[in-house]
Nanobody
C-alpha cells in the first residue's frame, strides 16, 4: 500500500502563489508517476498535472504556464507550484500516484491512479 499526505492549501487572493506538497510513504517508488487532480465545488474531479518517473510532465490546458509540478525522489515528495491563481482554481486538490503506465496518456485520467491522498483545500478570493 501507498499512503499520500497533501499539505500547503489555504486561502489566498487572486494573483497570489501557493505551493502544495504531497509526501508518499509505503510501497512507493521513484519510478511511479505522481499526479495532482482537483475538484471544484459541485463539479467532477479533474486532472491538473502529472510527473512521471522519467521525469516527464503533463499539464491541463487551464493551468499550463501558471502551475509547475516537480518531485524530490529523496524525500518521496511531489510539489505543485501554483502562480497567478484565479478564483476558478478554487477546489480541493488531491495527490495521486500510480506505477509507470505504458500509455502515457493514461496519466490524464483518474482511473490510472490506484492511490490517493485525502485532499487539501485551496480557496482563491477575487
Amino acid at each position: 500500500q501507498v499512503q499520500l499526505v497533501e499539505s500547503g492549501g489555504g486561502l489566498v487572493q487572486a494573483g497570489d502563489s501557493l505551493r502544495l506538497s504531497c509526501a508518499a510513504s509505503g510501497r512507493t517508488s521513484s519510478a511511479y508517476a505522481m499526479g495532482w487532480f482537483r475538484q471544484p465545488p459541485g463539479k467532477e474531479r479533474e486532472f491538473v498535472a502529472a510527473i512521471s518517473g522519467t521525469p516527464n510532465t503533463y499539464y491541463a490546458a487551464s493551468v499550463k504556464g501558471r502551475f509547475t509540478i516537480s518531485r524530490d525522489n529523496a524525500k518521496n515528495t511531489v510539489y505543485l507550484q501554483m502562480n497567478s491563481l484565479k478564483p476558478e482554481d478554487t477546489a480541493v486538490y488531491y495527490c495521486a500516484t500510480t506505477p509507470p503506465q505504458y500509455y502515457t496518456n493514461s496519466y490524464y485520467y483518474r482511473s490510472a491512479y490506484p492511490y490517493w491522498g485525502q485532499g487539501t483545500q485551496v480557496t482563491v478570493s477575487s
